[in-house]
């Protein structure tokens, strides 16, 4: 099974230059990846250059706010968000990463400000098995990505 995302870019126009990534997007995987990365060229370069990942397109998106409320918003008349399980966006006007998805109250977060916070985790913990939470929590907080494992 995999969890799906979207991984994007704030541009100096307000728009976002985004990429669909088929695997391991959780917080405690790409999320703590992802929160590593501090400037554009990180980014572009890992996601460009990601071997399971670098065929898909480049997509854009008129606003943050909107990339952001697409993982969680459900539209009129449909089931389900349009957006992917997780959706992460960097802002190069204030050199922080975005979260949202489903599994988190439907608002977005600072990602560093939710790795370290284990009230505002307490939703995503909600997606795992009694057993792992503790351990998902404490990765969150450590920033030591499930990835770094299997590296």
Known sequence: MSTRGFIGIVRENGTVDYKYRHYDNYLEGMGIILSRMKTVEEVKD???????????????????????????????????????????????SDGEWYVASHHGKNKSYKLNDLLDDEKELAPF??????????EFVERCKNRKSVLDDSQ
């Open 46 to 92: 890992f996601l460009n250059n990601d071997e399971n990942e670098k065929h898909e397109p480049w997509e854009e998106c008129e606003s943050k706010e909107k990339f952001l409320s697409m993982a969680y918003e459900i539209p009129e008349g449909k089931e389900y968000p349009i957006g992917e399980e997780f959706h992460y966006v960097f802002d190069m």
């Open 125 to 134: 913990k909600e997606m795992y098995v009694d057993a792992y939470k503790n």
